[in-house]
């Protein structure tokens, strides 16, 4: 059973930063690409960043800002996010999904394991 628990928003003034955890079970890293999305309010879910064995990509709207890492012997992976600006605010969630082929298009819709997500709120 593939289980993935993020951690590590809150609240935070604009310019600040965060790094977020995704805590990863049940699942090889070398064979799952790893992702983050996030959904604000009234929005639809858009992709943020992805990490697997073959690519990493990122948004344009944080390119420079947040980077993804992953820890193998943890089975972590992480997204620091720097800069921070108030339409950042959202719920971040982590996605998994074979094969480990970086994709962030359709809010996801390929990626078939989910966590529960955690909010980040940066004020101005």
């Known amino acids: 059973e593939v289980r993935l628990v993020e951690s590590g928003g809150g609240l935070v003034q604009a310019g600040g930063s965060l790094r977020l955890s995704c805590a990863a079970s049940?699942?090889?890293?070398?064979?799952?690409?790893i992702a983050w999305f996030r959904q604000a309010p009234g929005k639809e879910r858009e992709g943020v960043s992805c990490?697997?064995?073959?690519?990493?990509l990122y948004a344009d709207s944080v390119k420079g800002r947040f980077t993804i890492s992953s820890d193998n012997a943890k089975n972590t992976v992480y997204l620091q996010m720097n800069s921070l600006k108030p339409e950042d605010t959202a719920v971040y969630y982590c996605?998994?999904?074979?094969?480990?082929?970086?994709?962030?298009?359709?809010?996801?819709?390929?990626?078939?394991?989910w966590g529960q997500g955690t909010q980040v709120t940066v004020s101005s």
């Open positions: 990490i697997s064995t073959s690519n990493t």
């Open positions: 049940g699942i090889s890293f070398d064979d799952y690409a």
């Open positions: 996605a998994a999904d074979p094969p480990p082929v970086c994709t962030l298009i359709d809010g996801g819709v390929d990626f078939g394991s």
